[in-house]
């Protein structure tokens, strides 16, 4: 008897793809931003997630993308520090494309780096 995925009895025949990890994590107390790294023909991207999470009646963690009047500055910060990031990351890239290696200013080890135009 064939199922839904071609194979009799129910096994799947195909390997999972590893899950993707997101390429940075800022916290401030139950606020985060999670940066995901995406892959394109001409270069990476980066992605933000902005979330709140909270314990619901059950004690359960969940997450929320809603967010109250005293989390707008933290949520300002995190926006900010995510910014700042991908931006070090994105010199890093076209640093790293450019000559095949890194300046020693573009490591992210807390040094700004150069605006990068868009």
């Given at each position: 008897?064939?199922?839904?995925?071609?194979?009799?009895g129910?096994?799947?025949?195909?390997?999972e793809?590893?899950?993707q990890r997101?390429?940075?994590?800022?916290r401030?107390?139950?606020?985060?931003?999670?940066?995901?790294?995406q892959?394109?023909?001409?270069c990476?991207?980066?992605?933000?997630?902005?979330?709140?999470?909270?314990?619901?009646?059950?004690g359960?963690?969940?997450?929320?993308?809603?967010?109250g009047r005293?989390?707008?500055?933290l949520?300002?910060?995190l926006?900010?520090?995510?910014?700042s990031?991908?931006?070090?990351?994105m010199?890093?890239?076209?640093?790293?494309?450019?000559?095949g290696?890194?300046?020693?200013?573009?490591?992210?080890?807390?040094?700004?780096?150069?605006?990068?135009?868009?």
């Open positions: 008897m064939a199922t839904k995925n071609g194979t009799r129910g096994a799947a025949t195909t390997q793809a590893p899950k997101p390429a940075q994590t800022i401030y107390g139950r606020l985060k931003a999670t940066i995901w790294r892959e394109s023909d001409k990476p991207w980066y992605c933000v997630v902005l979330a709140r999470t909270y314990r619901d009646q059950a359960n963690w969940q997450s929320s993308g809603s967010f005293d989390d707008l500055l949520v300002a910060k926006a900010d520090q995510a910014h990031w991908i931006c070090r990351e010199a890093r890239d076209a640093g790293a494309e450019g000559n290696q890194l300046a020693e200013d573009e490591e992210g080890l807390g040094h700004e780096t150069e605006p990068i135009p868009f």
